[in-house]
């Protein structure tokens, strides 16, 4: 079709002597949910971290939108459109849930030099942070210290910061874990919203029912290598998936 | 009211704008600066040069004096906060060292001796002194006030709170680290440039000594004790480390162990501050007021 | 050349006080990345303690091993007292915490034991020296031979002991030792306790080497150390140790010797300012 949203070609990131992601290589069509899938410390948060300017990569090329972006600062890359939530949770603590929001929603005037001096505390902010705060089911406690939430409510928050970004790509790391079943299927129908309303999403997830089900592709990495990338039916019959799964039950996890 | 009052209260005043400086360096981005005395310095010295050589009178040279401030704020800024949080305290303790030495050492600045025979402000031919400039300095603390209630209402100040709660995070929305922590050193140094312009025309007479490392430490301490991040933090701050020395006063030889004790004492079971969350005095406050205070 | 290789040699000297000073600072940031300003007030208890029992039994050996005793409890006392409950705060309330405990304990030794300068008239049981020339005073010697043997002693500790893996251990990540089995609190005590003898040893012998006590002997060097364990790289005791080193001779050379007009204590930081600008994370550390 016409050129993917996200390209990663021959990413490679090491810290001292570790080689946490050596060589990856895929793709991301605009439209699509991508599962990015592996064992613990296979280099999946790296990959994000990567993709999201947290640090810059030891050698390889990121394109989005057909623009180079390996190596350009977390709040570019984020000013680009793409939204992100972290594995361990980071909610901005002394804030309530609603500033939380409301400080994703002002990526639009973080830039300029005028814009940054105008009021957030308007009715017209408030309304779209609660909107947001709603699509997550969070509205309720729009006024609550974002430090006293619990994990999952937590979860849903980065959800939302993530949301208010990520017009073009919202990465998630791991924004399952830690929910309720009913949160589980709320977040699954959310997902589906948000990709109908032209938002590509890439996923790293460890619960299988829920990627193989959400995911139009997988990507497999282990030990900082791609094994796989297919349909779930492919990925799931892979016999290096297989054995990269297999040969990790019984033996500890890395952290 | 007497005129020692009137004193203490222009120093509290004067003290109270330069705190308000620190505690949105502190207190809204979460940047610890143990140099903001320096700042002090700078435009106090700064004031002081052009009302003795150049002659312009305090309302003339206070923009320049504000824009000295915050621009010396920006150059020290960029390297300083580029490095490790932990870095940042010693960083700016040296540069505290560093201002005080080029003031102690350059003739430019009068060297040891200072700049003396500042002239009084004066407002349309009325020479400012005592009660007169007390309201002056109050009229400039409200402004600095009201720019701190501004900046916790708009975007800027927002994404500072943002930054000093989660900088990755922060970064990962489009705040920009190093842009809204030197907004923060910028807005913060030139308030404390302000309140040196006022304090070289209120003693007429500064050395470097007045800008050492001690007051560095007074100032953080006004912020922390009266509650970091807080809008009248600082003020509270202001007062209590600003009347306590006086009251202990009688102690005669005893009262600086007194002060530094009961600072101690403060810091070790009221980190939030006085006016911080959970405080001793909030929980006062919330069974008194239906709302607490602000 | 005689009047370089005098000057080299007490900056030499001066350089190894402060790495016996600072060594102290850099293991306590490096366990529980806390800035120590307290640490010269501790430095300064070990000066006028020493001297106290030195007047009390006139032996220099009791006088240090009390001192470093009296002072490694004031160590742990203040980290169990102080720091131990302000950890889950920002940095800088332990900070402005150690701050006021410096100028307490400043206020305490002018109040207890006066404001003039005492002497601190011990004869120091090493041997003078003739070098190219120059003497080497028996002053100079006992720094030299002192620091030596603490340093070796806490390098032999650090590698050769379980204590010292224990400690290394602690310091790379506490949660982690804890689940290891290792006491961290225990831990963080004997570092405090360790630096803190140091210091009294570097009390004393700048006591004696100066011939000088007095209640604000601590305020220069508290602020200095900071700049050095910048320098040596936050979190390193050998870096620390380094730019001690440096410094003295610095401070000495360019300023007794070369008569370049920048006020002393400043050299530090501007030190400092200029390696961190070089290298970020300070000479020897780690990124």
């Not at chain 2, 842009?179 to 050395?207: D, E, N, P, Q, W």
Request: proline share 4%.
């Amino acid at each position: 079709m016409s050129r993917p949203l996200l390209e990663i070609a021959g990413l490679s990131k090491s810290f001292g002597g570790l080689q946490a992601v050596d060589g990856v290589s895929f793709d991301i069509q605009s439209g699509e949910i991508l599962g990015l899938l592996g064992p613990n410390g296979a280099g999946k948060t790296v990959c994000f971290n990567l993709v999201s300017g947290v640090y810059p990569p030891t050698a390889g090329r990121i394109s989005f939108d057909g623009r180079r972006i390996e190596g350009l600062a977390s709040h570019a890359i984020a000013g680009l459109g793409i939204g992100r939530t972290f594995q361990i949770v980071k909610p901005f603590a002394q804030l309530t849930v609603l500033e939380n929001v409301l400080a994703a929603r002002g990526i639009a005037r973080y830039r300029g030099l005028t814009d940054i001096w105008s009021s957030w505390k308007t009715p017209a902010e408030r309304r779209e942070g609660l909107s947001l705060l709603e699509r997550v089911g969070l509205a309720g406690l729009a006024e609550r210290r974002a430090g006293l939430l619990p994990l999952g409510d937590l979860r849903r928050l980065e959800i939302a910061r993530a949301l208010a970004v990520g017009r073009k790509l919202l990465l998630l790391d791991e924004s399952f874990s830690g929910l309720r079943h009913e949160e589980i299927a709320h977040l699954e129908a959310l997902i589906r919203v948000i990709r109908a309303e032209g938002v590509t999403v890439l996923l790293i997830e460890h619960n299988m029912r829920v990627a193989m089900g959400l995911c139009d592709r997988l990507v497999v990495l282990d030990h900082g290598r791609k094994l796989a990338e297919g349909r779930p039916a492919e990925v799931r019959a892979s016999e290096a998936v297989i054995q990269a799964y297999l040969g990790r039950k019984g033996s500890a996890h890395a952290a | 009211m007497s005129g020692y009052l009137i004193t203490i209260g222009t120093i509290i005043a004067i003290n109270s704008i330069v705190a308000c400086g620190l505690n949105v360096i502190v207190g809204f981005a979460g940047q610890i600066s143990l140099g903001h005395a320096a700042f002090f310095g700078i435009g106090a010295y700064t004031a002081a040069l052009l009302a003795t050589q150049a002659g312009l009178s305090f309302w003339a040279a206070l923009p320049c004096v504000i824009a000295v401030s915050a621009a010396i704020g920006l150059l020290l800024g960029i390297p300083s906060l580029r490095v490790r949080e932990d870095f940042l305290a010693i960083t700016t303790i040296g540069i505290n060292f560093i201002v005080e030495a080029v003031f102690n050492n350059f003739e430019f600045f009068g060297g040891a001796l200072g700049i003396g025979g500042i002239p009084r402000a004066a407002l349309f031919d009325l020479k400012l002194r005592g009660a007169e400039f007390f309201c002056l300095c109050l009229f400039f603390l409200s402004l600095v006030m009201a720019a701190c209630w501004w900046l916790t209402r708009c975007w800027a100040g927002l994404a500072c709170f943002a930054l000093r709660e989660e900088e990755t995070a922060a970064a990962s929305v489009g705040i920009s680290p190093v842009r809204f922590k030197l907004l923060a050193f910028v807005i913060g140094t030139g308030m404390a440039g302000l309140g040196g312009a006022l304090y070289a025309h209120f003693m007429r007479f500064i050395s470097a000594s007045d800008f050492a490392f001690p007051l560095s430490v007074s100032l953080l301490s006004m912020v922390v004790v009266g509650g970091i991040g807080t809008l009248w933090g600082p003020i509270l701050g202001a007062f209590i480390i600003g009347v306590l020395p006086e009251v202990f006063r009688p102690l005669i030889d005893y009262r600086i162990l007194f002060y530094t004790l009961l600072l101690l004492l403060m810091i070790r079971f009221q980190p939030g501050g006085l006016l911080g969350e959970n405080s001793a005095a909030r929980r006062v406050f919330a069974k008194i007021l239906p709302g607490g205070k602000p | 050349m005689q009047l370089f290789l005098e000057q080299l040699l007490n900056g030499l000297a001066t350089g190894s006080i402060y790495a016996l000073i600072t060594l102290g600072l850099a293991l306590v940031y490096g366990i529980m990345r806390i800035l120590h300003v307290a640490h010269a007030a501790v430095y300064s208890i070990g000066a006028y303690v020493g001297l106290w029992f030195f007047n009390l039994t006139s032996s220099l050996l009791l006088a240090v091993l009390g001192s470093m005793a009296v002072c490694a409890l004031v160590g742990i006392s203040i980290e169990r007292f102080v720091y131990f409950p302000l950890l889950k705060h920002p940095p800088f309330v332990p900070l402005i915490a150690s701050i006021a405990i410096l100028l307490s304990v400043e206020e305490l030794c002018r109040l207890i034991a006066g404001p003039q300068i005492l002497t601190f008239p011990a004869e120091l049981p090493f041997p003078e020296f003739r070098v190219a020339g120059v003497t080497v005073t028996a002053t100079i010697t006992a720094v030299y031979c002192i620091t030596a043997a603490v340093l070796g002693l806490l390098w032999v500790i650090t590698t050769k002991t379980e204590l010292g893996l224990a400690m290394r251990a602690a310091s790379q990540d506490m949660a982690v030792a804890d689940a290891m089995g290792i006491n961290s609190h225990l831990i963080v005590s004997l570092t405090f306790a360790i630096g803190s003898a140091a210091a009294a040893v570097a009390g004393i012998l700048v006591g004696i080497y100066f011939n000088q006590v007095y209640p604000t002997m601590g305020a220069v060097p508290a602020y200095k150390t900071l700049a050095l364990i910048v320098v040596g790289g936050l979190g390193s005791v050998p870096g620390a140790v380094v730019a001690s080193l440096l410094l003295g001779m610095a401070e000495t050379l360019l300023i007794g010797y070369a008569n370049i007009p920048l006020p002393r204590d400043a050299l530090a930081f501007i030190a400092m300012i200029g390696v961190l600008m070089w290298r970020s994370q300070g000479l020897l550390g780690s990124r």
